[in-house]
């Protein structure tokens, strides 16, 4: 399994893009400098009326599929 972690700050009105499908991907920075992209869909559980703010883990499989994503406490 593989594990990436990132800060995303994203404002109201994008985060509606995102989770209304017209926004497909997210490219997001973790810390480290890797560049990581996943579905857009993932980000549906963790948009607030405030957006989208944290910290976030994406996990995948080793071949990059299976990806969940969860906000950090």
Known sequence: MKRY????????DTAMAYYQGHIQHV???TAQGKRVQFPARL??????REGIYGEFELTTDDHNGNA??????
């Not at 980000?43 to 607030?48: A, D, E």
């Not at 969940?68 to 406490?73: G, H, I, K």
């Open 5 to 12: 972690r990132f800060a995303l700050a994203i404002d109201p």
């Open 27 to 29: 490219i997001a920075t």
């Open 43 to 48: 980000l549906r559980n963790v948009i607030t």
């Open 68 to 73: 969940a994503l969860r906000r950090m406490a």
